[in-house]
């Protein structure tokens, strides 16, 4: 049952550019995270916004959230090598408090 | 920091076998949470605790069970392997409240069932 669909399925970028990664969601949501998985290992929370809020920030992140369109945007500035990953939003609805992980973007960030 | 600890990186078993990966977390979390992660189906929810003894379905309990007899451990038992359980396999906790707080993740289970 995903709730979040990421855009695009994967995006190849050169070190130095902006990467910007989409989600949109069904449902009325409580709050929205997105986390990152670098291959073979564990998930990693980046931010995590409440329905209030339309804009987060954090280094190199900023996330917005648009309730009325039901998507959120991430975008990661000054792409590092390192940045390379999965991206994954993941959405709280108010009724059932779990947390539905959408598919994840694939992040490629060439030196 | 938190520190989620899954029992084994990698893990072979056979069909019919009954198999357990354990999960420890150092950080006194109420919540703690197993997932399966499969290529494009991103993750599901196979169960989740909210407290000792206490446990819930997810999106895919069947062939599986729990076990949280203490804080900071739960297990996930395969009572009976089958070749469609071969995954990777996510544990995470969190504090209380469920969606209001972040999920912090071991590095998962890649295990196969031959």
């Known amino acids: 049952s995903q709730q979040g669909e990421e855009d695009p399925q994967a995006l190849s970028i050169q070190e130095g550019e902006n990467a910007t990664m989409n989600c949109s969601y069904k449902?009325?949501?409580?709050?929205l995270q997105w986390y990152r998985q670098n291959s073979g290992r564990g998930l990693v929370h980046l931010i995590l916004?409440?329905?209030?809020?339309r804009e987060k920030h954090s280094g190199r992140l900023r996330v917005t959230l648009d309730t009325s369109k039901k998507s959120s945007s991430l975008l990661i500035t000054a792409s590092r090598a390192a940045d390379t990953a999965s991206y994954f939003c993941?959405?709280?609805?108010?009724?059932?408090?779990?947390?539905?992980f959408g598919t994840g973007t694939r992040l490629l960030v060439s030196p | 920091d938190v520190k989620v600890t899954q029992s084994s990186r990698y893990l072979v078993k056979r069909t019919g076998e009954k198999v357990f990966l354990e999960c420890v977390q150092d950080?006194?979390?109420?919540?703690m949470f197993w997932y399966r992660q499969d290529p494009g189906l991103g993750l599901r929810l196979i169960y989740f605790?909210?407290?000792?003894?206490?446990?819930e379905k997810g999106d895919i309990p069947e062939g599986y069970s729990v076990s949280r007899e203490k804080k900071e451990r739960f297990s996930l038992i395969l009572e009976s392997a089958s070749t469609n359980q071969t995954s990777m396999y996510l544990c995470?906790?969190?504090?209380?409240?469920?969606?209001?707080?972040?999920?912090?993740f071991g590095d998962g289970t890649r295990l196969s069932i031959l």
């Open positions: 995470a906790s969190s504090l209380s409240g469920f969606g209001n707080q972040p999920q912090h």
């Open positions: 449902t009325s949501i409580n709050n």
């Open positions: 916004i409440r329905s209030n809020e």
């Open positions: 993941a959405t709280v609805d108010t009724g059932f408090q779990k947390l539905v």
């Open positions: 950080m006194d979390h109420e919540n």
């Open positions: 605790s909210y407290d000792v003894k206490m446990k």
